[in-house]
């Protein structure tokens, strides 16, 4: 109960606040947003390794409470000390940099098929408490009347059944079927945390560079080489430690991931729904991807073993980029989507 109580109260609550926060602070310099994340890894890292420690010194699996206990009193803390205003900045063009002034529109390199796309991300980028006047009261539905919209949340539920599966069975993977000593196992927190902070760091020429879009569609193709690379692991004498290199793309393509689509998601929500977009892409990230990916991830993976299962997640990871980049499949498929959305937020009011 306990474990259910945090997945639905706990994380994604919580990140989808957090990162409306720093969005907003961050105004519109949010091409920023990449370093404002180097901190995740790096508590991450230190608090799996100060629950170890503590675990092994009081021989106690209540060490795991105490480290939670001290985390959240030190982020409520710092919570109450930050000044969570917008911060407006000169713009900064670095020479010989090629800016990327669309990096965090919904389509920057196809037509858009509705008329006012291109308006609604123009406004986007504001605050609300710059004066803007807005809609009255819109509910959550408002964020799907877009193509673009419905496009990008439903690519980052497939992302997020992508991922539930890397993470949820890797390790019983390598134990189970690689057979990889603790040694090389525990070598995934390091491995990942690093280039995870590295591609924080740069994450702002990474994004003027890429886009966000691109961004995302290479996360993706980040999971499909290392699910192919997992297939090809059980098949080799030393696919333990090929698998525990391939982990340093871990860090690559979750801080790509998150970083460009909390940008995508806060550019398609005007001013006063902003939040309730960070809470939609939780839910379809963490709660609708993950749920599904763990749960189909565990049938497959018990039915048909691993390479069965690396080759679904694969599978649907193609796919799903060809529907996230595909104008076609846009005016075919998602389209129609959001104007049933349009019909139904029309009779609500």
Known sequence: MGCFGYAFFGYPIIAALVDTVILRVLAHRKDLYGRQKIGVPIGFATSVFLTGFLTEKLDSLYALFIVFTVYCLAFVVTLSVVDINPHYYEPVVEEEEEVDDTYGSMSPNSNNTSGNVEQVAAVVIEDVNDGIRVTPDPSMWHLLQEPEAVQFFTFMTTMGFAIAVVQAFLYLFMEN????????????????????????????????????????????????????????????????????????????????????????????????????????????????????????????????????MWAVVAVLAAVSIVLYTSNFVLRIVFLPLSNLVKKHTQLEE
């Not at 333990?240 to 793309?249: R, W």
């Open 177 to 308: 079927d690689l057979h990889a000593s603790s040694f090389l196992v525990g070598l995934f927190g390091p491995l990942g945390s690093i280039t995870e902070i590295i591609v924080f760091f740069f994450f702002k020429q990474v994004l003027h560079r890429l886009g966000a879009r691109r961004m995302l569609a290479v996360a993706q193709g980040i999971i499909i080489y290392r699910c192919l690379t997992y297939i090809v692991c059980a098949q080799i004498t030393w696919g333990a430690y090929l698998a525990t290199a391939t982990q340093v793309l871990h860090g690559v393509g979750f801080s790509m991931t998150w970083s460009a689509a909390a940008l995508q998601a806060d550019q398609i929500a005007p001013p006063n729904l902003k939040s309730r977009a960070q809470g939609l892409l939780n839910m379809a990230f963490n709660g609708l991807g993950s749920g599904i990916g763990a749960l189909v991830g565990g049938f497959v993976y018990e039915r048909w073993g691993s390479t069965v």
